[in-house]
């Protein structure tokens, strides 16, 4: 790396100490009423610990109307500045520069959350029917103000510049697409009518804040799957007029429900979103920031090739705040990955307690809790299980200070993580198991592979703590015939030890079935998925669910619902189908794909017979990989 990354960079009067940037991420930490909290200080404190030059505060909105997040945060009063003050402080104790984004949903702001009426620029229906009122020319004008007026208080509570989110189809999104603006005024028709909402705000926002002050904004290269939504050429336009009215650079992103790589670039598509800022970069001369799963070595490139000036980091930022830090000190193993699972963004639309997780990192939204402090007494620790629960658990243990061996009755670690990273677009998962296995050689974890523990044999080891993350193993469901039947596990078929044949059915239409699916889809077998349920895939987040039904559709592989297992014959499965009507699925081979079991066994032998002892992911209940990871997290805290 030729260290670009690294060098200061000015933008307007901010100085930067390098330029990673990290972008903005609505995490649901801010109080119900949208102030700053202690959780959310922590959050962001790490992140400035953890090297970035800029973060760049989460979506925040310019007045309750506009509020589109449960427990977004708020700057729409000026009571709210000394608890973003405060927020600025953390940040600013280690380094890092703090901007924040000024932000209003419009169409897709909440009503249900702020009992206030939907405004957009046209009355056009958000996705879940509810539709806006159009906006009249006094409001906009209100609206301006009332950006600028956030902008101020941005800069009293000592921010060091504001980022107007101009994307994601949110207000001024709306105001900038010609899908979402249908306006017969000046604030509509051309890119230049449809881009004056966005220029007045920056002009409004310069005459409060004055010269030299960070402002940009955030907009979209490019939408995509939207009909009749803006092109490349429409932004490289808004580009330069938003430059012409005064900003100091221009944070290309992109959307749309076909995005490659929008906010929630999903781990399935190549990250094109540089050709936008490139594309970007070539219309101005203000610096252009960029985005959309940029790792360290692919920032230090774009740099390099002109592409972009600044690059700005989301979710992996995520999974390891450290990452500038790691980077910078040539430590890329120890960076914790993020499998790009869109667990976090899944959780924005979750019910529940509010605030966003991270799959492979424990502690974020939870940093005072999960910190890492040494053991009062260093321990003799076994863990018995080298899957995701048993490696964190080691990691954590040992980084404490106990001494640590791990069991494993495979001859390798990863546990079903290696099965897990085999379907298309997991590979990530790799990536983590890599990760977890290089951290326990380096924090000196003894490590020992094809070993199964008995209860004798823990007992004979005599540890002064156990952690117990034996997994689960794959349920045979009561089928008839099945056992003469010719079948096999998914997890075995993506391990390619059983040869299917041509015409496969899967029983279980959750997500390894599915994934098998689709693997089997890819080497050419003719592939029929089905399920008891109503729903398939029903477990799969709302931020790939529909990517990847649409990919198993595109593939051909038949999807069954409401189905009734009978019997498995020779010929294959025989089914009586939500309709009723009975048929043989024919097929060469059975997979199943049925849920599994946890494996708690051992434990109830061994409980009673060590001092302590910890029970850890799915042998607890068979669930995710986050769960495996935050319970062998706590365990390694608590022991
Ligand atoms: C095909 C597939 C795809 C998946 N995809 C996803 C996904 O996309 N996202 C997600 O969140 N989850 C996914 N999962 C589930 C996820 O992998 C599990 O939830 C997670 O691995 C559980 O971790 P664990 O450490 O609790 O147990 P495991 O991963 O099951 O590990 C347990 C380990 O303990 C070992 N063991 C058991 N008994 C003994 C013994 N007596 N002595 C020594 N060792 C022993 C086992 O060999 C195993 O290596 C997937 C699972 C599969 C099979
Ligand atoms: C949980 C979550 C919250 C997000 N919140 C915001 C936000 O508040 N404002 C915004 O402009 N983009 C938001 N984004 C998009 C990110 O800023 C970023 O563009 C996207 O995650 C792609 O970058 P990455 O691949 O490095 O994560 C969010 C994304 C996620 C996953």
């Given at each position: 790396m030729k260290n670009l990354l690294w060098k200061p960079f000015r933008m307007g009067q901010m100085e930067l100490r390098n330029r990673i940037a990290m972008a903005p991420i609505t995490a649901q930490y801010a109080s119900k009423e949208g102030r700053v909290t202690k959780r959310q200080k922590d959050h962001y404190e790490a992140r400035a610990r953890g090297g970035a030059g800029l973060l760049i505060v989460e979506a925040t909105y310019i007045h309750p109307q506009g509020q589109a997040f449960v427990n977004q945060l708020n700057i729409s009063s000026e009571e709210l500045v000394s608890g973003l003050s405060e927020l600025v402080q953390v940040i600013h104790q280690h380094g890092a520069k703090a901007a924040i984004q000024l932000h209003h949903g419009g169409r897709m702001a909440r009503s249900d959350l702020t009992g206030m009426e939907l405004v957009a620029p046209s009355p056009l229906p958000k996705p879940n029917g509810e539709v806006p009122r159009e906006l009249t020319v006094d409001e906009i004008v209100g609206l301006v103000a009332l950006f600028a007026q956030a902008a101020g208080r941005a800069k009293r509570a000592g921010f060091d510049g504001v980022e107007i989110h101009g994307a994601h189809s949110y207000l001024v999104d709306q105001f900038l697409s010609p899908a979402t603006n249908k306006r017969q005024d000046a604030y509509g028709g051309d890119v230049r009518g449809r881009a004056r909402f966005l220029v007045e705000i920056i002009k409004a926002i310069r005459g409060e804040v004055g010269d030299g002050y960070p402002v940009w904004v955030r907009m979209n290269g490019k939408e995509y799957g939207v009909e009749g939504g803006a092109t490349l050429e429409d932004a490289q336009q808004i580009a330069r007029m938003a430059e012409e009215a005064g900003v100091d650079a221009i944070h290309v992103s992109a959307y749309g429900p076909k995005t490659p790589t929008n906010l929630t670039s999903p781990r399935f598509v190549p990250a094109i979103i540089e050709d936008l800022a490139e594309g970007i970069k070539k219309v101005v001369t203000v610096p252009v920031i960029a985005v959309g799963r940029i790792t360290p070595e692919a920032g230090e490139r774009l740099v390099a090739e002109g592409k972009a000036d600044l690059i700005a980091i989301g979710k992996a930022l995520l999974a390891d705040p450290e990452l500038p830090n790691k980077v910078s000190a040539g430590k890329l193993e120890d960076i914790t990955p993020c499998i790009v699972c869109m667990g976090c963004r899944d959780d924005l639309f979750r019910?529940?307690?509010p605030g966003i997780r991270c799959q492979v990192n424990a502690a974020l939204g939870r940093e005072e809790e999960c910190q890492i402090v040494p053991a009062a007494q260093p321990r003799r620790v076994l863990v018995v299980g080298g899957g995701p629960g048993g490696m964190e658990a080691a990691r954590v243990a040992a980084l404490r200070g106990h001494s640590v061996t791990l069991w494993e009755r495979e001859a390798r670690l990863g546990g079903q993580l290696v099965q897990a990273?085999?379907?298309?677009?997991?590979?990530r998962i790799e990536a983590l198991i890599r990760y977890l296995q290089t951290q326990l050689k380096k924090l000196g974890v003894k490590v020992e592979l094809a070993k199964e523990a008995t209860p004798s044999m823990i007992e004979e080891f005599g540890p002064e703590a156990l952690v117990l993350a034996t997994g689960a193993r794959p349920l045979v469901p009561e089928i008839p015939g099945l056992h003469r039947a010719r079948m096999a596990q998914a997890g075995e078929v993506l391990e390619g030890k059983v040869d299917v044949g041509p015409r496969v059915a899967v029983i279980g239409g959750e997500l390894v079935g599915c994934e098998t699916a689709e693997f089997l889809a890819d080497k050419g077998k003719r592939v029929t998925v089905m399920r008891r349920g109503q729903e398939m895939a029903s477990s799969v987040g709302p931020s790939l669910r529909a990517f990847f039904l649409e990919r198993l559709e595109k593939k051909g592989v038949t999807l069954l619902t409401g189905v009734k297992y009978e019997e498995a014959t020779p010929e294959g499965l025989v089914i009586t189908t939500g309709d009723g009507e009975r048929k043989t699925i024919a097929a060469n081979a059975i997979v199943l794909a049925a849920g599994s079991v946890s494996d708690r066994k051992l434990y109830d032998e061994v409980k009673d017979k060590v001092p302590e002892v910890h029970l850890v992911g799915d042998c607890v209940e068979p669930r995710k990989i986050g769960d495996a990871i935050a319970e062998g997290y706590r365990a390694g805290l608590e022991i």
């Open positions: 019910g529940g307690v990273a085999i379907p298309p677009h997991k590979d």
